[in-house]
């Protein structure tokens, strides 16, 4: 797929931008990239975003994340990393490697990003989409 025509969503917040986006990893497998860009004013500065590509082992983590079944989710790289945390009007992301970018995302924003990553996990699953739910729902008791 052409890269314009992925699917993406943006949230804004004063201090920060993050971009979601649909992709296919180098394993072949239907993923998202989060990047979390630190804002001044009206500009987005992309050039020293932060990126991280969800495995396939920690799609339906963010997954059940957004969907509630999760109270929060946190991914690690070697020098940076992302925590997302509901809170009782939005989530909050929280972004690092040196430098902290967070942002609230709001319930419509949470709306578009969890879109994303249902029909990702939704194209390498087996599952009809009432499964998918009740999957998501009993692996986030574990983790």
Known sequence: M????????RCYGSQAVMCVEAVVSRKDYPTVNLEVAPR???EMLWDQKIVLQMSSQEL?????TLLGYRMACE???KEKGINIARQKENLFVR???GTILALPITPGDVFKFNSIVLNQLMKS????DRLML???K???SFA
Not at 60 to 64: D, I, N, Q, V
């Open 2 to 9: 052409p890269f314009e025509d992925q699917e993406k969503c």
């Open 40 to 42: 001044q004013g009206n």
């Open 60 to 64: 339906p983590l963010l997954a059940a």
């Open 75 to 77: 991914f690690k790289r």
């Open 95 to 97: 972004a690092s490697q």
């Open 125 to 128: 699953s087996p599952c009809n």
């Open 134 to 136: 009740v999957a998501l």
């Open 138 to 140: 009993g692996m986030a």
